[in-house]
């Protein structure tokens, strides 16, 4: 029996689907709650999310403007974010099982927009080699808004790949609109936009016009709330910007980071050759948007490598290299059959040779990030100590402690960076301060009944400018230590101690 072409092409479809799904669902989803560890600018949006969801725009002492420099993710995606978290009680599951299918609709992104410019098998391939890779499972299995960012650039460069025209303009405009809507890193994305449209000035407008739009009623709505206080965050984030750029990616510093990013492994270096491939492929969306905003962050970070999380906006867009590569050689070899088949096999051994390397860390419960020594050193200690605060606290209380046990505390916390400009006392990423009136409560040492000290505050927090003071007042106070583990130690205030039985 003859079976209809597009019989065919629909059970190739569904099968490759299904292919995609299935490597998404072993990779992202055993141990998602607590594998990778909870990480500090994870725990810091589930917390602003889940409060933003529930209506309050807050960053935990303080109000939320959105754009100040601890906490500049955007209300768009902090709200989705804190939706999917409490719909699952307010728990990181929630929020982390949000983030993976973030990952997955990159994943069909590729392989459904990405036929039209590379072919089906290209794209299936390049879908895989971006859901196999280990920073993908590490970083989609947090809940980080660099993640709904880079979808929506993904989606932005998968139509820019087409031909200018009204349809492919608005599309490509929405996407870089989602990525507006979870990270002010989205304007990177919008110099190679424009280029890529440089001859038609009309394209500009349907490109930028959906984000101008967002930020227009975002901003107005935050300023109509806060007023002064988002110009003051607005002009603190500018120039703590362009500081980092200067310091990390001055002069030819920016050129080294780049050569030390893309050289980090044998990953980077083919989704590279494959970018320069479309080139000749005339798909030239895909390397002058991925190369520019990589050369963008790396500009402004040089640990990148280390912190992988933050070049996650661009990482989908990155992996369009590898359909490129494919179909560039599928191209040049097509009348070779015998060399093309030797070129299908050795290529689709890659995706299967990533899926066993990272698969027995999923199904383990093992993803380890490279920034590990700032994750959570063991989350069944912090929850053991959160059950112990919030046998003895309170919503009406507050406390000293950090974002990762924060999430799980009836009582209000108050990280140690915030509580040290209550004092008037700046530090990192707070240089200018933060007014009295900006606290939402009083976030003093004194009014704290505990004070958590875990892994994350030994290892960086107290490393911060001037938030040493906080431990040594507790030091001159004689906060005694009544609950000991591993990585985490709680100290009670002994204002709040009760008062010795008379001999």
């Known amino acids: 029996m003859k079976i209809p072409f597009g019989s065919l092409r629909r059970r190739q479809i569904v099968f490759s689907v299904g292919i995609l799904i299935l490597c998404w669902a072993v990779l992202y989803l055993p141990h998602l709650r607590t594998s990778p560890g909870w990480y500090g600018d994870e725990t810091l949006t589930l917390n602003a999310s889940r409060d933003l969801a529930q209506g309050i725009p807050s960053h935990f002492a303080i109000w939320n403007t959105f754009w100040h420099p601890h906490y500049p993710y955007q209300p768009g995606y902090s709200l989705v974010n804190g939706l999917a978290a409490n719909l699952a009680g307010g728990d990181i599951l929630g929020s982390r099982i949000f983030n993976a299918c973030l990952a997955l609709c990159a994943a069909l992104a590729i392989f459904f927009l990405g036929r039209h410019s590379f072919g089906s098998r290209a794209s299936l391939f390049a879908a895989l080699m971006f859901l196999a890779y280990g920073q993908s499972i590490v970083h989609f299995r947090m809940g980080n808004s660099h993640n709904a ?75 109509k709330v806060f007023g002064v206080w988002l110009v003051e965050d607005l002009e603190h984030l500018k120039n703590i910007h362009t500081a980092r750029g200067e310091s990390d990616g001055g002069g030819v510093q920016a050129f080294q980071n780049f050569r030390q990013f893309i050289s980090q492994d044998w990953f980077h270096l083919g989704l590279l050759g494959g970018l320069l491939l479309c080139i000749p492929l005339r798909r030239y969306a895909a390397p002058l948007v991925g190369l520019t905003v990589l050369f963008l962050l790396v500009r402004n970070r040089q640990n990148l490598t280390l912190f992988y999380y933050q070049a996650i906006v661009i990482l989908p867009v990155l992996c369009l290299g590898w359909a490129g590569l494919w179909r560039y050689c599928e191209t040049r070899l097509r009348r070779e059959r015998s060399r093309l088949r030797n070129l299908v096999f050795a290529l689709g051994a890659l995706p299967v040779l990533l899926i066993s390397v990272n698969l027995p860390a999923s199904l383990a419960g093992r993803v380890i990030p490279r920034n590990q020594y700032w994750v959570t050193q ?19 209380d507050t406390l000293g402690g950090n974002a990762n046990i924060a999430w799980l505390l009836k009582a209000r916390t108050i990280p140690y960076m915030q509580m040290i400009n209550w004092y008037g006392i700046p530090t990192q990423g707070y240089e200018n301060g933060i007014a009295r009136e900006r606290f939402r409560f009083d976030a003093s040492l004194e009014n704290a009944k505990f004070a958590v000290i875990g892994d994350i505050d030994q290892r960086w927090t107290f490393g911060e400018p001037n938030v040493i003071q906080l431990a040594q007042r507790m030091e001159a106070g004689h906060w005694p230590i009544v609950w000991q583990g591993e990585f985490y130690q709680i100290l009670a205030n002994p204002r709040f101690l009760p008062a010795p039985e008379p001999q």
């Open 378 to 396: 063991s989350p069944a200690e912090v929850e053991a100590a959160a059950a112990w605060l919030n046998a003895r606290t309170g919503p009406e």
């Open 149 to 223: 960012a880079g979808l929506g650039l993904l989606i932005m460069t998968l139509f820019l790949l087409r031909r200018a025209g009204p349809r492919n303009d608005w599309m490509a405009g929405l996407g870089l609109m989602l990525a507006a809507g979870a990270h002010p890193l989205f304007v990177n994305g919008a110099l190679p936009a424009v280029l890529c449209r440089l001859k038609r000035p009309w394209s500009w407008v349907r490109l930028g016009l959906p984000s101008a739009l967002y930020l227009v009623v975002s901003m107005a709505i935050l300023y």
